[in-house]
């Protein structure tokens, strides 16, 4: 199974993607789409062109995307909400299923501690992908919520087949 994993932003969206197997994981590309200060519609069109290349050239078979939560910036929470929407809507149009994890899930998942911090996430994505070269704190952001959804997604599909 191939794994698309999104951290949403609107200056800097993080996308890494991982292959599953089983309970091994291996790091296949990350990286950031990048959008320049300026008019809201051609950043999100700009993010929406740059994400699509890279559904498009990995062909994930899922995706996942990090939960937003509005903050005492209320503009700043709607631009996040906008850009979050970009981040669902391609793999949607693509037909990928997407599954949202809330940060501390992530966090708690990939570290062990749901209040863990950037560095801790990025030292842990390394040691979960081995060889992993980070493009950015938002790419490695991107890396944990694929591999919290690798795990949380295979005990879903098998619940599934259990349950049939």
Not at 53 to 74: C, H, L, S
Request: hydrophobic share 40%; charged share 20%.
């Amino acid at each position: 199974m191939r794994v698309l994993g999104i951290d949403p932003g609107l200056g800097n969206l993080g996308w890494g993607v991982i292959d599953v197997d089983g309970s091994r994981l291996s790091h296949v590309a990350n990286g950031v789409c990048k959008t320049k200060v300026g008019d809201l519609g051609p950043r999100l069109l700009s993010l929406f062109d740059q994400l699509s290349a890279v559904v498009e050239k990995y062909a994930p078979d899922t995706a996942a995307v990090e939960q937003t939560f509005v903050n005492k910036d209320g503009a700043g929470s709607l631009k996040l909400g906008q850009a979050r929407g970009i981040a669902v809507l391609v793999p949607a149009r693509a037909g990928l299923e997407i599954g949202e994890y809330a940060p501390n899930k992530v966090k708690k998942t990939v570290v062990g501690v749901g209040h863990a911090d950037k560095k801790q996430v990025q030292h842990m994505v390394k040691i979960q992908l081995p060889g992993v070269e980070l493009t950015g704190p938002d790419a490695a952001d991107a890396l944990a919520i694929a591999i919290c959804h690798a795990h949380y997604g295979q005990n879903s599909n098998r619940l599934v087949e259990v349950v049939r």
